[in-house]
């Protein structure tokens, strides 16, 4: 079964800290692993989408890798904001399993402490 | 560019009740994806159209239904509701081809069923 998890569940830190979340896949035959942001209530923004040839991408302090050998992805967020607080959700297209969409983390809860 | 829309925004529908939950892509967009966001299940995808035919369904019963019109916008009908169909609905878009582009997402329907 194709699984995505996030770890942690939540974080809390100060303004200005840099800071990663994990994403782990059970699958190394993914298409593409796209991180996405919820802020309560809301839909989802897609921040970035990594395929399955690129090790990483970045927009603005968001950078994203992912390495499928260990079936890991993280998201860096450098230097965070309160604005930033959110929840943040992993998500992986499978290789003949792109037809059922994505298959999604639970997602991290981050609270960014002004 | 607009993005992804859903309407309505809110809904309080009773058991046994049938209910239509609206959406329209992304100009462009020609596939339309449906997931159920329940709390503390995550994200659970509930069907795929594209080009106006449904291309695959997650694992929910047959008293969900949709379809996607002419125009790519699409619907999602629920009926007989149950309590535990009480959730965010998520409408997402993608072009063509969607394993190599991102989704994108509306802002959702809140259903609660009483």
């Known amino acids: 079964k194709q699984e995505v998890t996030q770890i942690p569940a939540a974080l809390s830190v100060p303004e200005g800290e840099n800071l990663v979340l994990n994403c782990s896949f059970t699958?190394?035959?993914?298409?593409?692993l796209q991180w996405f942001r919820q802020d309560p209530g809301k839909g989802l923004t897609s921040l970035l989408l990594?395929?399955?040839?690129?090790r990483e991408q970045t927009s603005g302090r968001l950078n994203a890798s992912l390495d499928k050998s260990s079936g890991r992805s993280t998201l860096y967020i450098a230097a965070s904001q309160p604005g930033d607080s959110a929840t943040y959700l992993c998500?992986?297209?499978?290789?003949?399993?792109?037809?059922?969409?994505?298959?999604f983390g639970k997602g991290t809860h981050l609270i960014i402490q002004p | 560019e607009a993005g992804v829309t859903q309407s309505p925004t809110h809904l309080i529908k009773t058991r046994g009740q049938q209910v239509t939950l609206r959406c329209s892509p992304i100009?462009?967009?020609?596939?339309v994806y449906w997931y159920q966001q329940a709390l503390g299940l995550g994200l659970q995808f509930l069907l795929w159209?594209?080009?106006?035919?449904?291309?695959n369904r997650g694992n929910f019963p047959p008293r969900f239904s949709g379809r996607q019109f002419p125009n790519y916008s699409s619907e999602l009908n629920v009926n007989a509701l149950e309590l535990e169909d009480s959730a965010l609905y998520l409408c997402?878009?993608?072009?063509?081809?969607?394993?190599?582009?991102?989704?994108?997402f509306g802002n959702g329907t809140r259903l609660t069923v009483t």
């Open positions: 997402a878009s993608s072009l063509a081809g969607r394993v190599y582009s991102p989704l994108h």
């Open positions: 699958d190394s035959a993914i298409y593409n």
């Open positions: 990594i395929q399955s040839s690129q």
């Open positions: 998500a992986a297209t499978y290789s003949g399993g792109g037809a059922d969409g994505l298959t």
């Open positions: 100009s462009g967009h020609t596939s």
């Open positions: 159209y594209d080009e106006g035919e449904e291309r």
